[in-house]
């Protein structure tokens, strides 16, 4: 049994945006637990989540029309029919009459208050009021259809994670142009395989960004993207924000040979400033976004999302199960190529006010987002499970050097966040704070597993399935169960799956990905395990489980043993191919100082079959010197094993650190 390790008080479950909306839905439709939320307290609020789950996923229709009802969806119509075709997946259609625009929605607030906060590395800190940002978005909207972008174009960036890159998305989706983003630390190649796919119209680019203490230029890196990819009429460049800027024109004097024009955004802010603003209202299901797959096993995948499928999946989310309330202070550690900087983004929907950082969160030392939060008054704290993990092991402790004391809770995502940083979360960095460990991903651009405001905390685990998601655990033969580990899947139809994949005209791609496993059912591809409270445990990626004599081993399992350990800074483990069987073989990365001794192997080992079983103690340990990781941060097994079996790495330029692999081929030790 998990210990619990927060209990949200009786106030904070009365005044939580959930609890109004389990009212609601409660009285309208004289559902059987509207006394129980009447008499809402601590010691019923799992039973009152529980019946609302239930009725979220049963009646789909009627829920998700309540969340475009309380969370106030602004469109010119709603429309009578909220689903068709509900039983097929794909295939569904929702809100099919509805009309809408995605930034108009997240425009819809107005005045002096502040929309974004945005602090540098270099320490640069400015705001953009809501009526700034609106003012903004329409001038480089009218920049964009001067160079004739219409409904339907796409517009890429290559930008850090600044305010300019939210104008510029708003911007794009005023007109219902479609928006993909790149991190400008994606080397050529990684930007070419994305956006060679889609062929933009316009690439929205910055000079420069910093990291890590320095800065990087970007000029020649745009100059090489704008001759590889085809399609690119306009260049829209961006001068990084930063203290102590060179000369305004060293950027445009660099780019002065590139045969694209070029539009200087500060000179466009000036061009159009007292245009108006206007918004093309389209169909639910209309593209917003093309987000890319990891890309590890090939070109990346072109994943398109709906602007009202988006829309809603974060209403919820930021509303009902973080408790997003106006004025909120929203933060989250990302970058332009993760999909949680679209997730964030959409705050601006519910009124919260953005907190944007941009560079390393380790420099100068791992206080930085800390102070951040103090500076600035942050609600709500966004991060990685390798963050905390880094923090913990960085040895700080930021409950005695910070305030920190308006955190009302703290996100993490990207990887399984491990009962040790749990723990750690809840004696060094803040005691009375909701930790929301979630998962979802790219693919549905939102989340199956999450937060909830009025459920407790236990170690180790995600609090809930998210409202009308009607996630599952199934085992092989397609069997649910509770208690065992699976597959998660998803079987009834929900807002925000893609529409399409781009360049997937028959749809295969889209149902391989998919729908191959189990027929009509959203097979996510996590290895998992649903408690009977209804919390979940995230054992590891599908494609990564070990199978050791038959028996399928989450990777997280062993994480969790090893990265406790002080001398370890972080692991990958895979199954290697072996005797006709698989055999683990762990790979760890070592402090400084440290060597991997057949003393540290043997506590290695007996740390892992303590805690574990004897199946999950690897057969082979080797010390690398670094870890390969995608662009967002998450390890990777899969090219880890291609390397060790001696295959053809696809899109190494999907990772942020591709010359880690050369620690993992021709070993020697892995031939005997």
Not at 205 to 215: E, H, I
């Amino acid at each position: 049994m998990s210990t619990k390790l927060w209990q949200p008080a009786a106030s904070a479950i009365e005044q939580a945006n959930i609890t109004d909306f389990a009212r609601r839905v409660s009285e309208k439709y004289s559902l059987p637990f509207h006394q129980l939320v009447c008499e809402l307290s601590v010691q019923n609020s799992l039973q009152v989540y529980e019946e609302l789950h239930h009725w979220s996923v049963e009646n789909k229709k009627a829920f998700w029309s309540e969340v475009w009802d309380h969370c106030g969806v602004v469109a010119e119509t709603k429309g009578q029919t909220v689903l068709v075709d509900e039983d097929k997946m794909p295939g569904a259609v929702w809100f099919p009459q509805a009309r809408l625009n995605f930034a108009e929605n997240l425009l819809k607030h107005s005045g002096n208050d502040t929309a974004i906060v945005f602090r540098g590395e270099d320490k640069l800190t400015r705001s953009v009021s809501f009526d700034d940002l609106r003012s903004e978005t329409a001038a480089i909207a009218h920049a964009l259809k001067s160079v004739g972008v219409k409904t339907g174009d796409r517009v890429a960036a290559l930008m850090p994670n600044i305010p300019e890159t939210i104008t510029a998305m708003l911007a794009a989706s005023s007109i219902g142009s479609v928006w993909s983003s790149c991190s400008p630390d994606f080397g050529v190649q990684g930007v070419v395989d994305r956006f060679g796919q889609i062929e933009p119209e316009v690439l929205v680019a910055c000079d420069g960004y910093f990291y890590n203490g320095k800065f990087h230029n970007c000029v020649e890196k745009i100059a090489e993207i704008l001759e590889k990819v085809p399609g690119i009429k306009q260049l829209i460049l961006v001068p990084m924000p930063r203290l102590n800027a060179p000369a305004a024109d060293a950027a445009s004097q660099s780019l002065q040979n590139i045969s694209v024009p070029v539009i200087h955004y500060q000179q466009a802010i000036e061009d159009y400033a007292n245009v108006s603003l206007e918004f093309a209202r389209l169909p639910f299901d209309h593209p917003l976004y093309i987000m890319y797959s990891s890309g590890t096993t090939g070109v990346p995948k072109c994943i398109v999302h709906s602007a009202g499928g988006t829309l809603l999946q974060h209403l919820k989310e930021h509303q009902m199960h973080c408790d997003v309330k106006l004025g909120d202070r929203l933060f989250y550690f990302t970058t332009c190529g993760w999909m949680m900087w679209n997730w964030l983004v959409t705050g601006l929907a519910s009124g919260a006010t953005l907190m944007l950082y941009d560079g390393s969160p380790f420099y100068p030392d791992g206080n930085v987002l800390f102070d951040y939060i103090d500076d600035q008054s942050i609600n709500i704290f966004g991060t990685s499970a390798k963050y905390i993990d880094a923090v913990n092991k960085a040895g700080l402790a930021p409950m005695q050097s910070h305030d920190l004391s308006t955190v009302k809770s703290i996100l993490s995502t990207g990887s399984p966040l491990a009962p040790e940083s749990f723990s750690f979360v809840y004696e060094k960095i803040k005691q009375d704070v909701c930790l929301s460990s979630v998962s979802g991903g790219t693919d549905i651009l939102g989340c199956f597993v999450g937060g909830n405001p009025t459920l407790p905390v236990y170690r180790g685990e995600l609090q809930c399935r998210l409202l009308g998601m009607a996630v599952d655990v199934y085992d092989d033969q397609g069997r649910s169960v509770v208690g065992d580990k699976g597959e998660l899947v998803c079987v009834e139809v929900f807002p925000s799956m893609p529409i399409s994949f781009w360049n997937d005209d028959d749809g295969s791609k889209y149902h391989g990905a998919y729908f191959d496993k189990f027929a009509n059912v959203w097979c996510h591809g996590d290895f998992v395990e649903l408690t009977e409270r209804g919390s979940m445990l995230i054992h590891g990626r599908s494609d990564a489980v070990l199978n050791p004599g038959g028996v399928r081993i989450g990777t997280a399992e062993i994480y969790r043993q090893v990265e406790q350990l002080a001398e370890i800074v972080e692991s990958i483990v895979i199954g290697q191919n072996w005797q006709s069987d698989v055999r683990v073989v762990l790979f760890v990365k070592l402090s400084d100082g440290i060597e991997l001794d057949d003393d540290l192997q043997t506590r290695i080992k007996s740390k892992i079959r303590s805690n574990c079983t004897p199946r999950h103690v690897p057969s082979v340990i080797l010390a690398v010197d670094d870890i390969p990781r995608t662009k967002s941060g998450k390890i990777v097994e899969l090219a880890v094993r291609q390397v060790v079996h001696g295959e053809t790495i696809k899109n190494k330029e999907a990772l942020a650190n591709p010359e880690a692999l050369r620690y993992f081929a021709d070993r020697a030790e892995l031939n005997s």
